[in-house]
């Protein structure tokens, strides 16, 4: 079973990603193609819109991405001692298939592997802390916990086998109309469960223990959220996976895949911040009224407006990140929609770690754990606490242990205070603090996920992040707006929301 899984992956990725290769698509309809294609954020979300609405339009078609700041987003690094740290999305999934062919198809390399060991902080001393010796890590987990590990891997890889499916839909060409569609085409009414239950719902009626949930499950959600175990069962289930073995990222900071991207989709970028998007109506050749959107922005130069045939919104539209206005659309687009994105802040700090801070009685040049994972305990003030590498691992370089000075990154909802960096380090050199909306408050049921559609050819790629937001899920968006905007562009509506894949391959052979 593992191999025959493991073959159609490995199948999958081989074709997913043919040029023009349509699959059992139809030919489009005789109609010309759009001219001008905007694009809302300069992100992974973004910038993979491009990439993607390229292979979709064709090379005649004029794409504009728009971004105030730099490109990549929330994929950003920080510069210190000479050496760049990533602040911002940091891991990769070995099943991520887009992610790997961004990188394969862009020319970039998985960054170098380090060792690493992982801990469990209660904000008093470590509760548990990884061996060189798996059988070790074995015996202990067991102990404490009976199969509960064990299960857990097994319970992901179901959810993962069943994600894998969306790229057979988006090999040959489906595509769906809302988040709710996509989550059912890979996985039935068990994802649309799993999206409006709380995971320690969903893992508790699959029998895991309190005691598991608390000391286990809720560090890696809170490490990779910010939040507990009360966040949806299907992005808790997406953290849990970032917690597996095979992770990696990409040499010289994630952030080259959004600016390998952009290059690649022969886009123009506009560093300009949209302020309106409005529908206006001008003839067309033919003699009728055709629809287009105009888009006010405004950048170094001022402000300007252009007009385009299809605009991608790849930005999220919530109170306190966008400050987008739709105007003369009926009925009413809304600037932002309900729900809020939480905050993380991210601080990296070179210094010298205080490991008694952490309750631990091994020597400084004994302790080389490299990620601190921490309980939902009043008395812990952080997240995580990870000793970072550089973007790009130098030849022979190695992990120091904690008695030497290193970058220290640490995840917290709160700005650290003087008194905390003291309480942590011993002393430091620089003290770097980002502020992120990284991820939306994830609090089950969310019944109102926002629409991938807004308006006839106005797409909002970022509504895939109510039901998990990471890098790959913004890619499988970018992916499913490509077509989805293509096949309503052509009218091809029998590859819109169908879940008839299988049936029609069987009927093929």
């Avoid at 074995?138 to 959810?159: A, P, S, T």
């Avoid at 409005?278 to 009728?288: D, E, F, W």
């Avoid at 077509?483 to 093929?508: C, F, N, P, S, V």
Wanted: glycine fraction near 8%; aromatic fraction near 12%; charge should be neutral.
């Amino acid at each position: 079973m593992a191999l025959r899984n493991q073959s159609l992956k490995t199948l999958l990725f081989l074709g997913l990603f043919q040029v023009g290769h349509r699959g059992l698509a139809s030919a489009p309809e005789v109609k010309e193609p759009p001219k001008k294609i905007a694009i809302i954020g300069g992100g992974i979300g973004g910038t993979a819109a491009a990439y993607f609405m390229r292979q979709e339009f064709g090379s005649g078609v004029k794409i504009d991405v728009f971004e105030a700041g730099p490109v990549g987003g929330r994929l950003a690094t920080e510069n210190i001692g000479g050496y760049e740290y990533e602040t911002g999305g940091s891991i990769i999934h070995p099943l991520n298939l887009h992610m790997k062919h961004f990188l394969d198809n862009l020319g970039l390399s998985p960054r170098a592997e380090l060792s690493s060991k992982m801990a469990i902080f209660d904000g008093k001393e470590l509760t548990f802390e990884e061996s060189d010796w798996f059988i070790v890590n074995f015996i202990r987990m067991l102990w404490r916990y009976g199969f509960n590990f064990i299960r857990m891997h097994m319970w992901v890889e179901g959810i993962l086998d069943k994600f894998m499916r969306i790229y057979q839909y988006q090999q040959f060409g489906y595509s769906f109309s809302n988040v709710e569609r996509l989550l059912h085409a890979m996985g039935g009414d068990g994802f649309l469960t799993l999206v409006n239950q709380t995971l320690e719902e969903a893992m508790l009626a699959e029998g895991f223990t309190q005691v598991f949930l608390n000391d286990i499950v809720t560090p890696v959600t809170r490490v990779n959220y910010g939040q507990s175990v009360r966040v949806n069962g299907f992005v808790g289930a997406v953290a849990l996976a970032g917690a597996d073995s095979g992770l990696w990222a990409v040499d010289g900071g994630n952030k080259r895949v959004c600016s390998g991207l952009l290059y690649h989709s022969k886009a123009d970028l506009v560093s300009a911040r949209v302020t309106t998007i409005s529908m206006k109506m001008r003839p067309s050749k033919s003699g009728s009224v055709a629809n287009f959107y105009e888009l006010n922005y405004v950048g170094k130069s001022g402000a300007a407006h252009s007009m385009y045939d299809i605009v991608v919104v790849a930005t999220p539209l919530h109170q306190g990140v966008s400050e987008i206005n739709f105007s003369g659309f009926s009925p009413p687009i809304p600037s932002h929609f309900p729900g809020r994105y939480h905050q993380t802040v991210a601080t990296l700090v070179h210094g010298l770690l205080n490991v008694s801070y952490l309750g631990t009685t091994d020597k400084p040049e004994d302790f080389l754990v490299s990620d601190v994972l921490t309980m939902e305990k009043k008395a812990s003030i952080i997240h995580s606490l990870s000793s970072l590498a550089p973007v790009h691992i130098p030849k022979g370089y190695s992990r120091p242990p904690a008695s030497q000075s290193n970058v220290w990154k640490i995840f917290s909802s709160q700005p650290l205070s003087q008194e905390h960096l003291q309480q942590i380090f011993l002393s430091w050199d620089s003290v770097s603090e980002k502020r992120w909306l990284a991820y939306p408050f994830y609090s089950p049921p969310h019944r109102r996920t926002p629409p991938f559609i807004l308006h006839d050819r106005l797409y909002y790629l970022n509504a895939i992040e109510w039901a998990a937001s990471a890098m790959e899920m913004s890619a499988i968006s970018a992916r499913n707006l490509a077509l989805l905007a293509h096949h309503r562009w052509y009218e091809q509506i029998a590859k819109i929301d169908q879940e008839d894949l299988h049936t029609r391959l069987r009927g093929e052979l």
